[in-house]
């Protein structure tokens, strides 16, 4: 029962526990882990129980290896109702909509193939096509043979295996750095491109057949083709005249690299991050166009594997979409003392493609304001990444088959993620848009979220995603992750509603495990209401961010208030006591 794995278990098997289904598993193992469990069958008979684990349970349940799987055996082990009626709705607050159905046969019985069609496999539409599962819907997915989508595929997981291994090298060179800790590397530090660039590919190729492998132990139908609506309740399988009828569809067709007018991608020397996630080769210099998150991650690759880097921004700033203050930080740490260098307010207006290693790449460069050409144009470096955002993918959904109107390509969507029919429109029955595509927040866990809450609304229970309570994250080194208001949107709410506005810090150069780890380069910031204790939005730059900003998300989703949060006591010593620093200073105390 240790290494029990249900992905590699024959999905056979009805197993029955006190008379509850809990199949179809592999037996043998979970014969072994419902042996485990004997002692605390009594306690099973209890319905609708949350909960402690029943004596003999144990946390066996934990080393299951797919986290959807320990959540539904932990639901029937722990005596939920498996029979196909649906629970009342749950409070927002304080707690989670239960799962009620998890595993249970599958309904349709309304005249259509299925109850819940999904037009997409990225992030946004497997958690959606998980949650309608557990909620006992008959489900099927159109992957388009994109399992896993943009983030698995081209972009949040490969990058990450990108920034690892590039983070390493940079570690490895940095002498000062390691002198600090008695360390001395002789020779230089060398790695090997194509093996980088492997690790990238085998991530994201072993993270989206564990993603497929879900979906089919769950019982979901996969279609290999894109989807097309071709009227209500109705999507043709792209390439074939068969159509697949569904009570409830769900958009989530996802979002594709923007390529500005003028630029030419050649995919070898001027391309987007999608073929840049290759590493077919490390050029000496690059141009990146754009300075958002993706642009500063693929600096910071850059950069530490040896190129030099040339930022081409529109905007009248760098990172123009990071909260000043943190802006100001990140250019200290992550700009200028690299080979980086850029300009600001200024177009790439003509991209000419070279050729690798012998002829450069041409940029055409104008003033944003004047729209003249500058005196530094035409910019020859040996490529260009173009990160100039993502625009979504809705022109092949057969949007005006259904007579919906879209702003830019986005597909409107109320806060229930139903489709309108055109922007402050009436919903269209029984269809809803998810992630990317209705452009409300462009983030994979985002997109996750609105799927589930999408399936919530389609069984009943009035759900609505708050995106104010989602972080981000930017994986450079030091990282950088936010959740919530910036301080110049914080400040103008506070001056709008009439409320008082707080801000407190705290320094990663006052924490113990930063200044271990010689990583005391960073800050962390709260904004909140000083009349109410409300946290409008935290903003974090240092080691380990992007983790760190979660305990503040949970914070701000639960209304938990800066006095509250002042009285919370963090493990010492740990990197998440700069907010602790952070909470107290928020309402006059102090941390040590």
């Known amino acids: 029962s240790e290494h029990f794995d249900p992905l590699k278990s024959p999905a056979s098997t ?76 749950v409070p927002p ?42 909620q006992g819907l008959k489900t099927a997915i159109f992957t388009g043979g994109d399992v896993g989508g943009t983030c698995v595929n081209r972009g949040c997981v490969p990058s990450k295996a990108l920034l690892a291994a590039a983070g390493r090298v940079r570690e490895m060179q940095d002498a000062e750095h390691l002198k600090g800790f008695g360390i001395e590397v002789a020779g230089d530090v060398k790695y090997d491109r194509e093996a980088v660039a492997a690790h990238a590919e085998q991530l ?31 999507v043709k399988r792209v390439g074939t005249d068969k159509t697949v009828t569904a009570k409830d569809i769900i958009l989530a067709p996802g979002s594709i690299p923007f390529v500005p007018p003028g630029i030419t991608i050649d995919g070898k020397t001027v391309f987007t991050s999608d073929d840049s996630l290759k590493l077919e080769w490390v050029p000496d210099w690059v141009a990146i166009i754009g300075s958002g998150y993706i642009g500063l991650e693929f600096s910071d690759v850059y950069t530490a594997l040896g190129s030099e880097v040339t930022f081409i921004e529109a905007m009248d700033t760098m990172m123009p ?66 990160c100039t955002g993502r625009v979504p993918n809705t022109k092949e959904l057969g949007l005006d088959n259904m007579g919906i109107e879209t702003v830019r390509g986005f597909v409107q969507v109320n806060e229930k993620m139903q489709v309108l029919d055109k922007e402050g429109g009436e919903a269209i029955p029984n269809l809803y848009c998810i992630g990317d595509a209705n452009g409300k927040m462009m983030l994979a866990h985002a997109a996750s979220a609105q799927g589930i809450s999408a399936i919530e609304n389609i069984v009943g229970r009035p759900h609505e995603v708050n995106h104010n309570n989602i972080p981000a994250a930017c994986f450079t080194h030091p990282e950088i992750a936010m959740v919530g208001l910036t301080e110049e ?10 409320f008082t506005f707080g801000k407190s810090g705290g320094s990663f150069r006052a924490n113990s495990k930063a200044l271990a780890e010689l990583e005391s ?9 000083k009349d109410s204790g409300e946290v409008l939005g935290v903003h ?40 602790d620093e952070a909470f107290k200073g928020a309402v006059g105390m102090s941390a040590h």
């Open 93 to 134: 607050r304080k707690q989670a909509a239960a799962a009620p159905l998890a595993g249970a046969s599958m309904m349709a019985d309304h005249g259509f193939d299925y109850d819940v069609i999904i037009v997409g496999c990225g992030v946004g539409g497997h958690g959606a096509a998980l949650h309608a599962r557990s």
């Open 321 to 386: 979409t990071f909260d000043p203050e943190i802006r100001r930080v990140a250019d200290r740490c992550l700009i200028s003392p690299r080979k980086i260098d850029g300009y600001t307010s200024v177009f790439a207006t003509e991209v000419t493609p070279g050729e690798p290693g012998q002829k450069p790449v041409k940029i055409k460069l104008i003033d944003a304001k004047t729209k003249e050409e500058i005196p530094d144009s035409p910019l020859y470096v040996d490529a260009a990444l173009v």
């Open 204 to 234: 994201s190729s072993n993270v989206a057949k564990n993603l497929g492998n879900s979906l089919g132990a769950l019982g979901v139908d996969t279609i290999d083709e894109a989807g097309e609506l071709v009227g209500p309740n109705t």
């Open 489 to 498: 949107q914080a400040k103008a709410k506070a001056e709008a509603e009439g």
């Open 14 to 89: 009805r197993v029955f526990l006190q008379g509850k289904l809990l199949g179809p598993f592999g037996p043998p193992d979970l014969d072994q882990l419902l042996s485990a469990t004997s002692k605390g069958q009594n306690a099973h008979s209890r319905r609708g129980t949350r909960g402690a684990a029943p004596p003999g349970l144990g946390l066996r349940i934990l080393s299951l290896h797919h986290a959807s799987y320990a959540d539904l055996l932990a639901v029937r082990l722990l005596g939920f109702d498996t029979t196909p009626a649906r629970l009342p709705a």
């Open 521 to 529: 380069t960073g800050i962390a910031k709260v904004l909140f209401n």
């Open 540 to 579: 974090i730059i240092g080691i380990h961010a992007s983790d760190l900003i979660q305990e503040c998300a949970n914070a701000m989703a639960a209304g938990t208030t800066v006095q509250e949060l002042s009285m919370v006591v963090h493990t010492h010593p740990t990197l998440c006591e700069v907010l």
